[in-house]
């Protein structure tokens, strides 16, 4: 006997045979369901449903939608001749469909077993959990932005390039660069974009045939290798040093006649400022290669450095890190990337330019002065960020954003200030940037990992650190907690990992190993969904069939 | 500063934890002569209600679709989004929320990336999909290079009726990749002989259906042929609602779909975000670009969603990644799933109908106005229509008029000598009243 959820009931304890008879279809339906919905983490007194309360548990749309059912009324049209030329689908579909009360209780189900910022602390080094405010919200839903063609006249949208061109100003003056490609769609299609220009630059030279080697530290991010093997640079790796730093010397031993570019990250993923990153450029610059810079890290230092007085040729900026545009699950992002001198001309189509009329819109390469090196995407880049984006820095203004950065390491160094005695820090005890990494010594022979440390920080409230990133510490455990935290939720946070770490210590191994005990679900098989993947729903096989 | 809670007190006591007295003194590495010394030059901090202002006069320079008759399509295009979607992807939970990272309490990402991959799946015709891709045209630029891995063949072929922004993406990714792209010309009439262009040396070819012109384009011979070759078919669509009317491009060979799905879920958003679409057959997926995820249990039995196959992945697999993509249309799926949930097979069908209703409606009423012409024998919701004037003139006479008509080809083509044609596009949300404003606009401006 099987309840909706798949797992066995006990009918004696509700007084009835069979629960589920006579609920009508759905019920019945998921009796015969072999595949186990999940309930919410086991315990004491189950109950029927396999509800907790308010955890509630929810099948696949699949189990209990059907393809006759629709929550948008639409009438039929009138009969007509269709122009298909026979092109016509004659198979059915399999899409199920709910009523639009249903609709609202299955998705709002399902957020309820989500944790975002607004929950707690999400802590998550390299990813700028910060505060999105809701009057981005409503502006990036303006009809004027967002209810507009890419493509309706250029005449009809002077508002929306106007929008292009004032953020487009902010972050050229933010970085002190030239130039702005606003196109790409997030910080790895940014990166392309830059690395794209980098080529250009390089082939105008005639150096396209020679320089093809593109180095990348030990600490980088996998987007920057993938990066630039993509478009067939080959990766030539700088070795991390135990200090955590990238060192002149060692760029400088690599560099020769084949480097066409470094590609560093500044801020790094260790949390630290590269101090000898302006020697680093030179060396580049000296060697005939350019400088890319990562700049997911940019929350550490807007308004306190600027980029381009660093040396650096491009930068992508992550608009949902740094500028707060939502991260929504897993984008949408947008990746702007600011240019140096060097390279401006080679910006890609389109971009937007300030003519006699009014804006102007440059959409193809053979419409601009410079030479754009092609086309990132279709149309104009993520206008629903750009809106948020600049919602954000209107609202904190020059002096805002230093704030911003300034409270974004202070609250990094005072988190790193309440464990480094009990947490184990790669590169010694000293400042550190907007985000702090520690490695796992401190967890040996304790029989609990970085990963169990952070399982059970999630049954205590909150969203872990990066983990295993960077590559270059062991066990690495990277916390960034960006300025949105206030002090007391920043004291809590650290008495709470000084309790772990008193637990790791003490041998109580199980509130590790065993974790999360709290959350919708208990820790998940990830080896057995890679071993033998199972991407889409399938219906389960009849019951006759089932039964062999 | 309303976003920021640390009060002044607060910093003194923790620059005093840290054992700091200012701090500038946190940003020690940051060459001296490089630390600024005075905020940046741009204006200051502002109220919540002084910004609004200011975006609002912003947005009021611009031309709504909905505020007009609207006929504006060529790869986006304007349709009714129930409300309930817009409530939903803003629950903060959704909206506020990380790549799921951390599966035990992201189940409500997980479980939707799954619907939304069952649905991709069942809408295209094909086994997998992957859980979305920037947009349509990057995500067939990454289907071109996944071609070339499954066939280790690098050359591609494009059809002359593809999106020209969607060859634009795939033959800059192909230059810089050095690989070799074949574009054939522009096919108004969608009749191009793309067979021929197909050899041993063919990694994939790369069709729209329906195409930027608006024909239904016939998969199977061009499935058929590149098989014989060795080659792939990737079947490209810009609009998904035309996949509630058409058969499916899996059941006619495709080997590597994808396409827009902006049209499910989310607004124009002046060229974005928008969500790419992506699927394929079972034994091609782990040479496919981004995120997937799976089915499985958790510690106590229980099944539950992770993402997986990420020896794929760039953070896994660094150099040797099938593509850089790392964020990708998050929210963007939700929005498709819900709305697609919404709808339901019934009302995704039907809405197609109506779609292909209005187009048939509207083409009809523009051929009988003296100097237009309609060029397409087969069409979904979008036609092109031939002036007797230059689109690009007209199209702005018309807005001043108050209709927004569609995109001139040159817009998308210049100097392709199509200078007098007209992409028109009809959806759902064209009244009678619509079709009679543009009809009697456009009799005046020819
Ligand atoms: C250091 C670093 N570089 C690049 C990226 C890639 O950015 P995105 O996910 O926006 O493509 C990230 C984000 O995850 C990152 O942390």
Request: proline share 6%; hydrophobic share 40%; charged share 20%.
């Amino acid at each position: 006997m099987l309840n909706r959820q798949g797992r066995p009931t006990t009918p004696r304890a509700h007084g009835v045979a069979d629960p589920a008879a006579g609920m009508g279809d759905q019920a019945a339906r998921l009796q015969g369901d072999a595949t186990r919905a999940a309930g919410p983490a086991g315990g004491s007194h189950p109950t029927f449903t396999g509800n907790k309360a308010l955890a509630q548990v929810e099948p696949l749309l699949f189990e209990i939608g059907r393809t006759d059912t629709t929550g948008v009324d639409l009438d039929e049209p009138e009969d007509f001749a269709p122009r298909l030329g026979g092109l016509e689908r004659r198979e059915p579909i399999g899409l199920p469909g709910l009523s639009e009360p249903e609709t609202m209780r299955h998705y709002v189900r399902l957020s309820q077993q989500n944790y975002g910022i607004d929950t707690g602390l999400f802590p998550l080094g390299s990813c700028t959990m910060k505060h999105n405010a809701r009057l981005n919200e409503r502006v990036a839903r303006l009809p004027g932005f967002a209810d507009v063609h890419p493509l309706q006249p250029v005449s009809t949208v002077q508002g929306a390039l106007e929008l292009m061109n004032e953020l487009g100003r902010y972050l050229v003056t933010l970085t002190n660069m030239t130039a702005v490609a606003l196109s790409p769609k997030a910080g790895a299609h940014g990166e392309l974009c830059g690395m794209m220009a980098i080529k250009a630059a390089i082939e105008a030279k005639g150096e396209g045939a020679t320089r093809n080697v593109v180095l990348v530290p030990d600490s980088a991010h996998g987007t920057n290798p993938a990066t630039a093997a993509l478009i067939g640079f080959r990766v030539k790796p700088v070795p991390a040093r135990e200090d955590g730093w990238v060192h002149v010397e060692d760029v400088k031993e690599r560099l020769g006649p084949d480097v066409a570019a470094i590609m560093l990250t500044n801020p790094n993923t260790c949390g630290l400022f590269e101090p000898q990153v302006a020697e680093i450029a030179k060396a580049i610059h000296d060697a005939g290669a350019y400088f890319y810079c990562d700049g997911a890290n940019f929350n550490a230092i807007v308004g306190k450095a600027k980029p381009g007085d660093l040396g650096v040729d491009a930068m992508h900026i992550n608009l949902h890190k740094t500028f707060s545009t939502p991260h929504g699950g897993g984008g949408p992002g947008s990746g702007p990337v600011v240019l140096s001198e060097r390279l401006a001309p080679f910006a890609p189509v389109p971009f937007v330019r300030a003519g006699k009329d009014g804006f102007e819109l440059v959409e193809q390469e053979s419409d601009a002065a410079e030479k754009p090196f092609g086309r990132m995407t279709a149309f104009h880049g993520q206008m629903g960020m750009y809106v948020r984006a600049l919602s954000y820095m209107l609202s904190h203004g020059a002096d805002g954003m230093k704030q911003a950065s300034e409270d974004a390491v202070l609250n990094a160094n005072y988190i790193r200030a309440g464990l480094s005695d009990l947490l184990s820090l790669p590169f010694g005890d000293k400042p550190c940037m907007h985000e702090v990494l520690f490695d796992d010594s401190w967890l040996k022979d304790t029989g609990v990992t970085t990963l169990d440390v952070a399982k059970a920080m999630i049954d205590e409230g909150y969203h872990p650190m990066t983990m295993y990133f960077p590559l270059v510490v062991h066990g690495a455990m990277l916390i960034e907690p960006t300025e949105s935290e206030s002090k007391s939720s920043l004291d809590l946070f650290i008495a709470t990992l000084r309790d772990l770490a008193f637990a790791a210590k003490n041998g109580d191994t199980e509130r590790f190993t065993g974790a999360p005990y709290h959350a919708p679900r208990r820790r998940l098989d990830e080896t057995r969904a890679a071993r033998s993947p199972v991407l889409k729903w399938t219906p389960p096989a009849p019951v006759a069939e089932a039964a062999e | 500063m309303r976003y920021l809670p640390l009060s002044d007190t607060d910093r003194g006591e923790m620059l005093a934890r840290i054992g700091v007295d200012h701090v500038d003194e946190l940003f020690a590495d940051v060459p001296k002569n490089l630390l600024l010394k005075e905020p940046v030059d741009l204006p200051r901090r502002k109220g919540e209600l002084e910004v609004e202002r200011i975006l609002s006069r912003m947005s009021a320079r611009n031309i709504p679709a909905s505020s007009v008759p609207f006929f504006v399509g060529a790869g986006a295009y304007k349709h009714h989004v129930p409300a309930t979607v817009d409530h939903l992807i803003q629950r903060s939970e959704f909206l506020t929320s990380y790549t799921p990272y951390q599966p035990e309490i992201a189940q409500g990402t997980l479980q939707y990336l799954f619907e939304f991959q069952t649905q991709v799946a069942a809408l295209t015709g094909m086994d997998v999909a992957n859980a979305s891709m920037y947009d349509g045209s990057t995500g067939t630029g990454e289907a071109v290079l996944m071609a070339h891995r499954v066939t280790k063949r690098r050359k591609a072929v494009l059809s002359g009726g593809l999106h020209p922004h969607y060859a634009d993406v795939v033959k800059t990714l192909s230059d810089m990749a050095s690989d070799e792209t074949v574009i054939l010309a522009p096919d108004v009439a969608g009749t191009e002989d793309i067979l021929s262009q197909i050899d041993d040396t063919t990694s994939c070819v790369v069709v729209q259906t329906p195409d930027v012109f608006g024909n239904l384009r016939d998969l199977k011979p061009i499935a058929d042929k590149a098989h014989q070759h060795g080659a792939l078919l990737i079947a490209v669509f810009t609009e998904a609602v035309s996949l509630g009317l058409l058969t499916s491009p899996g059941s006619q060979g495709a080997d590597i779909v994808v396409g827009e799905g902006q049209s499910i879920g989310n607004a124009l958003n002046f060229g974005g975000p928008y969500v790419g679409l992506f699927a394929t057959q079972s034994k091609y997926v782990r040479q496919m670009p981004g995120r997937l995820c799976g089915e499985t249990v958790d510690a106590d039995g229980n099944r539950g969603f992770v993402l997986t196959l990420s020896t794929r992945e760039q953070h896994i697999r660094r150099d040797k990644a099938t593509s850089n993509i790392c964020t990708n249309s998050g929210l963007c799926s939700l929005a498709f799933t819900i709305h697609m949930t919404l709808l339901g097979e019934a009302g995704l069908t039907r809405l197609a109908r109506i779609n292909h209703a209005n187009a048939v409606k509207l083409a009809d009423q523009l051929a009988g106005v003296k100097g237009v012409e309609v060029l397409n024998r087969t069409f979904f919701n979008e036609f092109t229509v031939k002036l007797a004037k230059p689109a690009a003139e007209a199209v702005e006479r018309l807005a001043e008029k108050g209709v927004l008509a569609g995109v001139p080809v040159s817009r998308l083509l210049p100097g392709a000598g199509l200078d007098n044609l007209l992409l028109v596009a009809s959806t759902e949300v064209n009244t009678d009243d619509d079709r009679a404003a543009f009809v009697a606009a456009l009799k005046e401006v020819l």
